[in-house]
């Protein structure tokens, strides 16, 4: 046999494969396949935060500028859910379980002292030092939130909605660190920590807007809110370089029981399509949410950081994000 030849039945050979392939794909048995999905579907999200929270006074040095803390000023959150139906023990049920992360890094606050080296606390209370003096610090937060429900779909007013209750765990963080630099010095290292879990009830719907070629264009939105019933703790270390107004201590706030409140909404831009038979969906919009009584860094004796003035605290965040969804 040639080379020619050879060639030529390869060919044939490829041909032929390629076509029974295709006869197999477009079976009845792929067609089942896609049409007839299990409900089930997993999904990641990633948002930019800006956050705002209750305010708390610093330090005024000299006749310089005050320093304002309202706690952090934008956050990183991630999400990773995933559900499907439940309909062998709730006929036209279904379940959702997510677990989200948000996290801040140092906001730096500063003031700038001036040459009369004079301080003035939060209280009121005036120091003197014997040199300049400035001030700074920064603030880290973080939530790990667990979610858990049970919804229902149904249609209302052409928008298909879920209605769906269930429960949220928050484990909640808050570390912060201030010095006054310069003069006699001192520095505050204070920590919160809070804990807890409720009840959740909320809604999601969608309504279709159009659709171009394979591609389905819906606007979808979600409320929901929670309370949660937990217990909060503090700590703050002081350390000072001499300055006897602003005595070194420890103090260890005991763990005491805290209820807390957490709502979020949101709204967005959905695509529907298919990738490899499976439903794909994609979601571009913005969401808010508000937290409070979860802040706990209440500090006894020592007004320097300016962080701890409450027993709860409050915080807000909003912002974009982008939803990846596939079902199967």
């Known amino acids: ?34 049409s007839e999905a299990s409900g ?9 935060l800006f956050a705002a929270g209750t305010a708390q006074p610093l330090l005024t040095s000299g006749t310089g500028p005050k320093a304002q803390s309202d706690r952090v000023h934008n956050a990183r959150a991630y999400e990773i859910s995933g559900g499907g139906p439940i309909d062998e023990s709730l006929p036209g049920w279904d379940f959702r379980l997510a677990y989200t992360r948000i996290v801040s890094y140092s906001h730096e606050l500063s003031a700038g002292g001036i040459t009369d080296g004079t301080i003035h ?61 310069g003069g006699e010095g001192a520095v505050e290292l204070s920590c ?43 700590k703050a270390t002081v350390t000072t370089a001499g300055t006897a107004a602003l005595a070194s201590f420890n103090e260890n706030g005991n763990a005491q029981g805290q209820t807390a409140f957490n709502a979020d909404a949101s709204i967005g831009l959905t695509l529907t399509f298919l990738v490899g038979g499976n439903e794909c969906a994609m979601t571009a919009g913005y969401r808010g949410e508000g937290w409070w009584q979860v802040v706990d860094t209440k500090v006894q004796n020592f007004a320097l950081a300016g962080t701890g003035g409450t027993r709860g605290g409050d915080q807000y965040f909003h912002g974009p994000f982008l939803n990846l969804k596939l079902l199967w």
Do not use: C, K
Not at 42 to 47: F, K
Not at 128 to 138: D, G, Q, R, V, W
Not at 164 to 170: I, M, N, Q
């Open 1 to 34: 046999m040639s080379y020619s030849d050879l060639a030529q039945s390869l060919r044939n050979r490829l041909l032929a494969t390629v076509s029974i392939l295709a006869v197999m794909a477009s079976g009845p048995a792929l067609a089942e396949n896609v």
């Open 40 to 48: 089930y579907w997993t999904s990641a999200e990633g948002r930019y």
């Open 121 to 181: 606390l939060p209280d009121g209370t005036t120091l003197s030092t014997t040199a300049p003096e400035s001030f700074n610090s920064s603030i880290q937060q973080g939530f790990h939130i667990g979610d858990v429900d049970i919804g229902t779909n149904f249609t209302l007013g052409g928008v298909r909605t879920r209605a769906f209750g269930g429960a949220r765990f928050v484990d909640f963080s808050q570390s912060s660190r201030a010095s006054l630099l």
């Open 192 to 234: 919160s920590h809070y804990f807890g879990g409720g009840p959740r009830a909320g809604a999601s719907g969608s309504y279709p807007l159009a659709e171009i070629g394979d591609v389905m264009v819906s606007l979808t939105g979600e409320a929901a809110g929670d309370a949660l019933f937990g217990r909060s703790y503090h």
